[in-house]
């Protein structure tokens, strides 16, 4: 069965600093997709970056961008000049060709003034 | 174009009791997904519904059931409510439910279970 695994229960950035948050993956499939999921406090959740497998060249969407490394499924979630309003949960998460989608249990960002 | 909306936003149930939860889609969207989310195990997926089929389920017990209407509205119901079933319970629409569409996620509805 498909896992996915984020190691970091927490972590903390000062503003206008970078941040990267971690994603590892167990899958035997080899066609699936990747995505960055952002969980403000109290709002909604929101897609910040999806990765589709057979594309090597990482995503990046403004200051969001991933190291998407298929081999040692790793899926890692890079945030630059991070700013205040990206405090949230982030959830990665997983996608194969039966389209379940799979979470990780989160990681909460909390970025200092 | 409004967003995914989802009522109601709390719920204060009893054991034993049963509940309904509903999720009106983004207009145009075919597919509504349903998800748990508790402090514990995260993120669970409960079962996805693409014209007023069920095309996915979690592994949850069959208390949990859901349907989709022909406007692409979806309830879900949960029946003999237990203690863990305190949860926030998100929905999700998208286009077809394909890999690639995006989610377009509700606000949730607050369960507590006393």
């Known amino acids: 069965a498909q896992t996915v695994t984020q190691s970091q229960p927490e972590m903390s950035v000062q503003e206008a600093e970078t941040v990267t948050l971690s994603c590892t993956y167990d899958?035997?499939?080899?066609?699936?997709?990747l995505f960055w999921y952002k969980q403000p406090p109290s709002r909604q959740m929101i897609l910040v970056i999806r990765?589709?497998?057979?594309?090597?060249q990482n995503a990046t969407e403004n200051r969001f961008s991933v190291n998407f490394q298929k081999a040692a499924k790793s899926f890692s979630l890079k945030i630059s000049d991070s700013q205040l309003g990206d405090a949230a949960m982030y959830f990665c998460?997983?996608?194969?060709?039966?389209?379940?989608?799979?979470f990780g249990k989160g990681t909460r960002l909390h970025i200092l003034p | 174009k409004a967003g995914v909306t989802q009522t109601p936003r709390y719920l204060i149930k009893t054991r034993g009791q049963q509940v309904t939860l509903s999720c009106s889609p983004i207009?145009?969207?075919?597919?509504v997904s349903w998800y748990q989310q508790t402090p514990g195990q995260g993120l669970q997926f409960l079962f996805e519904?693409?014209?007023?089929?069920?095309?996915n389920k979690g592994n949850f017990p069959g208390r949990f059931s859901g349907r989709q209407f022909s406007n692409s509205r979806s309830e879900m119901n949960v029946s003999t409510l237990e203690l863990g079933d305190s949860a926030l319970y998100l929905c999700?629409?998208?286009?077809?439910?394909?890999?690639?569409?995006?989610?377009?996620f509700g606000p949730g509805t607050r369960l507590t279970v006393l």
């Open positions: 999700a629409s998208s286009l077809t439910g394909g890999r690639r569409d995006e989610q377009f």
């Open positions: 899958t035997s499939e080899s066609d699936y997709y």
């Open positions: 990765q589709e497998a057979y594309k090597q």
């Open positions: 998460a997983y996608r194969s060709e039966h389209d379940k989608i799979i």
């Open positions: 207009s145009g969207h075919r597919s």
């Open positions: 519904y693409f014209s007023e089929t069920q095309r």
